[in-house]
């Protein structure tokens, strides 16, 4: 019913930046909530940061000033701003968002395959 596609993750030094996109494609009527987890090796996936259709945006304590999430609602995309990246953020980042599905009215979850994000020197 509807995908989420990411894009953006890979190999970064200490200090250095990227951007994470995630795209839904699909029967969709409206996304209510777009966020980004991440779950590093070891560890359980936590709440990096998320979006509400109101533009609320959240995140977690230890992204706070280095991280920013927007959406662009007419492309269906969510973006992640990462600056300042720390080995600590190296991770498998997975998009999620909860859409009104046009088919049915109903609201559900999806998530997209995860994208790998390396911070190291």
């Known amino acids: 019913q509807v995908q989420l596609v990411e894009s953006g993750g890979g190999l970064v030094q200490p200090g250095g930046s990227l951007t994470l996109s995630c795209k839904a494609f699909g029967s969709i009527l409206k996304i209510n909530s777009m966020a980004w987890y991440r779950q590093a090796p070891g560890k359980e996936r936590e709440l990096v940061a998320g979006?509400?259709?109101?533009?609320?945006?959240y995140y977690t304590n230890s992204v706070k000033g280095r991280f920013t999430i927007s959406r662009d609602n007419g492309k269906d995309t969510v973006y992640l701003q990462m600056n300042s990246l720390k080995p600590g953020d190296t991770a498998v980042y997975s998009c999620?968002?909860?859409?009104?599905?046009?088919?049915?009215?109903?609201?559900?979850?999806?998530w997209g395959q995860g994208t790998q994000v390396i911070v190291s020197s």
């Open positions: 979006i509400r259709s109101g533009a609320n945006e």
């Open positions: 999620n968002a909860e859409v009104t599905i046009a088919t049915t009215l109903r609201q559900s979850d999806f």
